[in-house]
Each structure stands twice: as structure tokens, then as C-alpha cells.
């Protein structure tokens, strides 16, 4: 039994998605610039996957850009925003010390190119302060950028009221939307911003394609440049394939949503329980009562998560941890570290995330498998005693 759950990091494509991807790259060949009938069929299928995308988020089809993913949405936002409002004397940027390094690396990249950036810091419920925010604005504030859900620890930040301050100071917003779409309601409208990135490859759609809604009246310098595709907001021949799997996406999360949510949600918290409950020294990361409900970060006493993690994966579960390795050493999680979490905590922690095919009888399994592997693991990092010390137990 090969148990996923690292959905977050992406997600299988659902059946209907699969029929609808392999039908369009053997029927839908046309450009969908092409006035004959087989670019016509072609950009058919790509209005209708706008519609139902649009359908998803509370939207208008046409402020639908379509992009090749979540990083690109977050890039052409960032940098289309800055570079739409420099002559304005705008060079200031605002975005939570939590984001994705798609927004996290887009702003250092302008920051050396002379924005000005400043990063909200958190505290332990990983939930962004509006105050924080407010003391951040000044009046050059070009942009403020507050994902809606976290990846790693999966709390939903307030974007209404952030973007509400944002506004109140001449800035736009933009929301990182790529874990809340399709998971949670998200109404572009109800959010109050003017740009939300999102991506299909994390609600069971398909890799390398993906969206930036753009209010109407937005003005953002595209960074792609070259033919008049997507209304002269994004260049380059569509993925058509691709966009009609999202669009199918899209249907079925309009379409299933209340019940998945519910059914996740339930999996999730039957995880989180038993875990806490069977082994000791647990604790979950981040705000409980305000996540997605699909997932639960959590921490291992006296365990590196890398460890464990490897350790899971030999019994044929996955499931990932926010840090990162690189060349042997544990880079601690960033999102952990931004909350105030200590060292330890930020390097024992794993990020459980379930979705489409998860089932009770996997959370049980990793309920019944962790207890042994955490006990094994605490046993090999023990330190040794003096001998004197051993003796006299
Ligand atoms: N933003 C968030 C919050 C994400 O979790 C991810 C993917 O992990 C991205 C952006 C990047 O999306 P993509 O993989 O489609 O480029």
C-alpha cells in the first residue's frame, strides 16, 4: 500500500481531467490564434475552461489571464504591478514573511533593482496581524502581497481586511491563492483584491498551467512580451490541453467542493488526533481553528523530520517537510522560523496534506506506522550517558 499524502505539493489529476487533457491533445491541435476551424475548436475549449475557472473564484472570463502556473501568476503580479506603478513614485512593496518563494523571490529580485520591501513578520498562529500591516504602509506603497492559504502549515490569512488597508492607502493587493482554490470558497470579490494567483496542478489538474485574475481596470506591464495572446497580457501559443484539464478542474471543485471539504476536513482531523494522541511530544504548528482543511503541519520532539520523513517513505507513505536540504545541511522551514518557532521546532516538523483519494484506511495506517518510527528515531538520537550515571539507574 502506497499512501500519499503530500497533496499540497501537488495532486494526483482526477479521472475526468485525464479524459479531458488526452481528448484535447488528440482532437484540439489547433492555435488557438487561427481563424480556421481548428483554431476556432481550439480556443472553444480554452473560453469555456475561462468560464469555468471564472466560475470557481467569483470572476468576470475576461479578467482571467491564463499563465503557465502558480510562480508565473505570482511574477506577472508582482513585477507587472511594480513596473505598471513606478512612474506613479511608487517603490515600495509589502508582502508576509510566510509567502511561497515565488513572491519571497520576486521581491528580493526587485529589491535589488531598488524597491524597497519589507516583509510582515507573525507570531505563533501563523496568521498575518492587519496591525502589522497597517504600521508597514506608507504612502509610496506600490503593492501588498498576503497569500490566502499558507502551504506548509495551511492557515488562511484575513486578505479582506488586509487588502481593505492596502486600499486605503492607494496600494493594490494581490493574494497568492494557489492552496485555497478549489479547496475552500474563494470569491475574488468577497476578498476585495485586485489580483489572485492560482495554479491547477494543486487541485487535481494538470502541471504547468494555471491563472492571474486581474480586476478590471488593473493596470499591470506585462513581462512576457511578444504576440497578442490573452489580450496582449500574456504572450506565447496556449497549452490548450492543459487549460481545458484545468477547466475541468474547475468544474468538478464548483461541483464537489462543500462535500470534499467536509470529507477531507474529517480525514485531516482523525490524523491530527491520533497522532497527537499515540505519540508523545507533538504538537501542531499554526493556528488550528483557521486552516485549509486538508492540512496539518506537525512537530516531533527530539526527531529531525528529514529523518522521519525518509523513514515514512520506507513504508511507503509521503509525506514532505518544510525544510529544505541542501548540501547536508537542514535549512530550517522559513514559514516556522517567520512564527518564532524554536530551531528544534522549525527542523522537526512534517507537513501532512490530504486530497481526492485519501481514505480513512490510510490515516489509520499512518496512525498505526508513526508511533514505531518516532520511538526507533528518539532511540538512535539519544544521547549516551556516563557510564557512572547508567550504572546507578
Ligand atoms: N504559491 C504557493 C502558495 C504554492 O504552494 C506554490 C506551489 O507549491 C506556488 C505558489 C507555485 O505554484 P506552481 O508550482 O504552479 O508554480
Redesign the pocket.
Known sequence: MRIYFDY???TPLAPEVTEAVMAASRDLFGNASSVHYFGQQAKAAMDSARSALAALIGADPPEVVFT???????NFAIRGAAEALEPQKRRHLIASAI??E??LNTFKALARRGWRTTLLPLDQSGIVSPDRLREAMTDDTALVSV?H???EIGTIQPVAALAAIAHEHGALMHT?A??SVGKISVDVRALGVDLL?L????FNGP??A?ALWIKRGTRLQPYQTGGKHERSRRAGTENVPALAGMGVAASLAVAKMTREAERVGALRDRLEEGVLRSVAGTAVNGERGQRVPNTTNISFDRVEAESLLIALDLEGIAVSTGSACSSGTLEPSHVLRAMGLPTHRTQNSLRFSLGLFSTEEEVDRVIDVLPRLVEKLRGLTRKPQPLGEHLAK
Open positions: 499540497n505539493a501537488t503557465g502556473g502558480g510562480t508565473e501568476s505570482d509567502e511561497h515565488a513572491v497569500m492559504a499558507n502551504n497568492d494557489v492552496q494567483s495554479s491547477a496542478h494543486k502541471k504547468g494555471g
